[in-house]
């Protein structure tokens, strides 16, 4: 019944899609966040482990003959109520060109780092903002703080208690090399966030520097805001958003020739079925290449 008020409900809010149905893929992505939101309430202990079974096929656990199987928790196999894909639908990209637009547009050197890790290093938002300075090693041998990863790198961590909330949705450290714009930038903004006693003493890469409680943790409104403002100032004609940057490095790394084992560990995705969707061809280079095909010389009589 949610599925069926979902495609036949048109969309009221203002912008992209008023007054029309959502897609199958639209209805797809919103099935895919509330099963996600009851996974993590199972596994949080706030609802019943039976909760999965009203949008999973569930596989219980075989015991007998082994009895500690017994104490597995119900595997989950597949979702139900799923519908079919058009197949046709791209993830909203921020491109290199809009980046470097950005950066050229009023900001703070802090918002500046802040898209340069989504652009560049591909961050989700939540994993960006929870980003402490020990996570940064920009040096080429980091042996010196106990870390073996040769040339600059970042670390992303997993942790619950960042008074900020962030999050990273992966839960396995993830290490991601540094790219030199991160290294010049984040240079820079060092130098500045130094000048301010509070901002210095804390650890978060991201902090409040000009507004707000000096030194506190940047929160996820307030970097979604900076973001969208950076590209307003650059006369992007869309609202810009923080994952956009993270789909648009995963284009660019599939066009430039890198390999899905390459993006998929860059991106830190858990399975290459995610990482393929960036395979994706645009009519604009389909239609490059027909016309690529190259012909003798066409005869007119051959075409009379």
Not at 11 to 18: A, E, K, L, W, Y
Not at 258 to 268: S, Y
């Amino acid at each position: 019944m949610f599925q069926l008020h979902l495609r036949t409900t048109p969309i009221t809010r203002p912008g992209r899609g008023c007054g029309a149905a959502r897609s199958n893929d639209r209805v797809a992505d919103v099935m895919s966040c509330v099963r996600s939101f009851y996974r993590f309430q199972v596994r949080d202990g706030s609802v019943p482990g039976s909760v999965n079974e009203l949008f999973y096929d569930v596989v219980e656990p075989v015991g007998g003959s082994m009895p500690w199987l017994e104490q597995l928790p119900a595997i989950v196999a597949r979702p139900l109520h799923t519908l079919p894909r058009s197949g046709e639908s791209e993830p909203r990209t921020a491109s290199l060109e809009e980046y470097v637009a950005m950066m050229a547009a009023p900001g703070s050197l802090r918002d500046k780092l802040l898209i340069s890790l989504l652009a560049l290093a591909g961050l989700r938002i939540g994993q960006a903002l929870g980003l402490r300075r020990s996570d940064l090693h920009l040096m080429e041998n980091s042996r010196a703080v106990g870390c073996e990863v040769r040339g600059p790198h970042l670390h992303v961590v997993r942790r619950e208690d960042n008074e900020n909330r962030a999050l990273s949705k992966r839960r396995r450290e993830l290490v991601v090399p540094a790219h030199p714009a991160v290294i010049g930038v984040y240079a820079a903004y060092c130098d500045q966030r130094d000048r301010i006693p509070a901002a210095a003493r804390s650890d978060f890469v991201f902090v409040n520097i000009a507004g707000g409680e000096l030194g506190r943790a940047m929160t996820d409104g307030r970097a979604r805001e900076v973001v969208a403002a950076l590209g307003r100032r650059a006369g992007i004609d869309r609202v810009v958003t923080p994952h956009q940057f993270r789909h648009g490095l995963g284009t660019e790394l599939i066009e430039s020739g890198r390999t899905l084992d390459e993006v998929q560990m860059i991106l830190g995705h858990a399975r290459v079925e995610t990482t393929r969707r960036y395979v994706r061809t645009s009519r604009e280079r389909l239609r490059a290449a027909v016309e690529s095909v190259a012909l003798p010389d066409v005869s007119p009589e051959m075409v009379r």
